[in-house]
C-alpha cells in the first residue's frame, strides 16, 4: 500500500498496532505521534499543495510559530536567534521544554519528538498528553 492511498482507518489501525509496543503510560502518546508523523510524512511526500481532510489544519485558533508567538507564552529566547525554554511541572516534575526556531524541533526531557512542530496546535497536543497545566493562545 502506498501512503497516498492510506485511509484514516489505516492509519488509526497502524498507530494502535505501533502503540501496543510501549508500556501502558505511553501508549496514547506514541499513537498520537504515529498519527501525526503519517499527516506530516503525507504531506512532504505526495505533490506541493495536495492535502487531504484528515491531514489539514482546520482550526482557525492555529498560528505558525513564531518569536512573538513563543514569548507570548512563556518561553523564554536563550543564546543564538531560535532558541527557546519553557519549563512546565509535569506529574510533578519540572520538565524543560525546548524550542528550536530554525528547525522546527520541540524537545523535552532530552527526547526529541520524532516529528517537526510548525504549528501551535502541536505543541498544544503534546502538552495535552503530558498532562501540562498552560494555556497557550495565539
Excluded at 509496543?21 to 503519517?38: I, L, P, R, V
Excluded at 512532504?44 to 513563543?70: F, M, N, R, Y
Excluded at 510533578?92 to 526531557?109: D, N, Q, R, W
Aim: hydrophobic content about 45%.
Amino acid at each position: 500500500m502506498k501512503l497516498n492511498d492510506m485511509t484514516i482507518a489505516d492509519i488509526e489501525q497502524a498507530a494502535a498496532q505501533n502503540a501496543e509496543a510501549y508500556d501502558t503510560m505511553f501508549q496514547k502518546s506514541a499513537k498520537a505521534a504515529f498519527n501525526e508523523g503519517a499527516c506530516w510524512a503525507y504531506k512532504h511526500l505526495v505533490e506541493k499543495g495536495h492535502d487531504v481532510a484528515w491531514c489539514g489544519q482546520s482550526d482557525p485558533e492555529d498560528s505558525v510559530i513564531t518569536d512573538a508567538l513563543l514569548r507570548g507564552n512563556g518561553f523564554q529566547k536563550m543564546a543564538g536567534d531560535d532558541f527557546y525554554m519553557l519549563t512546565e511541572e509535569v506529574s510533578g516534575i519540572p520538565v524543560i521544554f525546548e524550542y528550536k526556531m530554525s528547525t522546527g524541533a520541540l524537545f523535552f526531557c532530552d527526547a526529541l519528538i520524532p516529528y517537526p512542530v510548525a504549528l501551535l496546535s502541536q505543541i498544544k497536543a503534546v502538552f495535552k498528553v503530558m498532562g501540562v497545566q498552560r494555556e497557550l493562545r495565539s
